[in-house]
């Protein structure tokens, strides 16, 4: 009898006579079973199924090609398992350097943006102005990264919109009356007035917002308040003028906060502080125009031209409100890198910071008086972070147990 066919395995079926088969004589499976595995019935227990190899399908010029293929694509899987396993970058490797480099660059824009600030004031003294001048490098900053897409702008609706403007306005009369305040007093003295916003913020949370503040909390300003009184007492550059609106200033960036907290958005920083910039922008124009407009028009740009020369102003300008822009934007992005203590302790110590430089740079005479009280409330300040970030964090592991 000719020869049944040829199994998958590749090996010739022998012939097996009719009449065996119909005496349950083996089947032509089992004269084919290796040996060891055990037949019931005549038929051959098979263990699950397994995928042959490739290898053992092919022959010829197709069999070598695929030997030689197999250790290329084995070293080529192995290296992109070891790259999954490797950190994806120097960030992830070294968080803590970054963080600390966040926090350097943080404080030095800062301090730069400060010092270039007030000296801009011993020729230009318009601070309207020059917070406009401010915040405009800082949107064409921001339109310039758009065009670019560094980063992606995000979209906006009327909804988000509405919730902003309220947050830029009061970002524009903080800003605004901040300038101010920079212009009529000392810097040193100025952010030693605006070291008092802890105390309007709790204020707020108390008496707006309806959220109790510990007592704690409230004795914890105490060296604020008291520290900043005596300051304000000596200060040898004191005036109403500069101590006003830095007072305007901490009520307008408490408002800010309150406002931010109910103008919830999935939106990214950057993209954020870009529609808040442009926003306070359009707002702060008006008041200058109206304030400043007419002295500058018939002196004022003559005056500064004639003294550092236009090429020098406009350079300044743009310097200064560079600074701002970033110094604000590595703000954000360095208090989202860390915990709330470690974002409490950042902002004391860079009022530290701008107040020690501030007094090296322009050699501002401090009495004895108004060191104590400044270094009191600092303190203050720094108690008040400290116990204020510890209750926030004990309320969240209360939320998430």
């Not at 019931?40 to 397994?50: D, E, H, I, K, M």
């Not at 758009?146 to 009061?170: E, H």
């Not at 409230?218 to 830095?246: C, D, H, K, Q, Y």
């Not at 600074?323 to 302790?345: C, D, G, K, M, W």
């Amino acid at each position: 009898m000719a020869a049944l066919g040829t199994l998958p395995g590749g090996g010739a079926a022998a012939s097996v006579p009719r009449s065996q088969r119909r005496r349950g004589a083996p089947s032509l499976a089992a004269a084919y079973v290796p040996k060891g595995v055990r037949l019931v019935c005549g038929r051959q227990l098979r263990a699950a199924p397994v995928l042959a190899s490739p290898s053992a399908t092919l022959s010829g010029p197709a069999r070598r090609r695929f030997l030689r293929a197999a250790p290329a694509a084995a070293a080529a899987s192995g290296s992109a398992s070891a790259g999954e396993a490797k950190p994806q970058g120097f960030a992830e490797r070294y968080p803590t350097l970054v963080t600390g480099f966040f926090f350097f660059l943080w404080y030095f824009l800062n301090v730069i943006f400060n010092i270039l600030n007030k000296k801009i004031f011993d020729y230009f003294p318009y601070p309207y102005f020059v917070s406009v001048s401010h915040l405009f490098v800082g949107v064409l900053y921001c339109l310039i990264g758009w065009g670019f897409g560094f980063p992606k702008r995000a979209p906006i609706n009327s909804t988000l919109l509405k919730q902003l403007i309220p947050v830029a306005v009061c970002h524009a009369i903080g800003h605004v009356t901040s300038t101010v305040s920079f212009a009529a007093v000392a810097v040193s003295f100025a952010h030693t007035i605006k070291a008092l916003e802890p105390f309007f913020s709790a204020s707020a949370s108390q008496f707006i917002l309806g959220q109790p503040v510990p007592l704690t909390l409230w004795l914890s300003l105490v060296p604020v308040v008291v520290g900043v009184s005596i300051a304000s007492l000596t200060e040898l550059s004191f005036n109403w003028t500069g101590f006003i609106n830095a007072m305007i200033s901490n009520i307008s960036f408490t408002y800010r906060s309150i406002y931010s907290k109910k103008a919830m958005t999935d939106m990214d920083s950057t993209n954020l502080y870009a529609y808040i910039s442009i926003i306070a922008l359009i707002v702060c124009i008006p008041p200058a125009l109206i304030i400043e407009g007419p002295q500058l028009v018939q002196h004022g740009f003559k005056d500064a031209i004639a003294k550092v020369g236009l090429t020098k102003l406009i350079s300044n300008f743009f310097v200064v409100g560079l600074f701002y822009h970033l110094y604000n934007q590595v703000a954000t992005n360095t208090l989202e890198r860390v915990a709330p203590l470690s974002h409490a302790i950042g902002n004391v110590l860079k009022r530290v910071f701008v107040i020690g430089f501030s007094i090296i740079v322009f050699g501002n005479k401090i009495t004895t008086q108004t060191g104590i009280g400044t270094s009191i409330a600092i303190a203050g300040v720094a108690l008040y972070s400290f116990m204020k970030a510890k209750i926030d964090e004990e309320k969240r592991q209360i939320k998430s147990a």
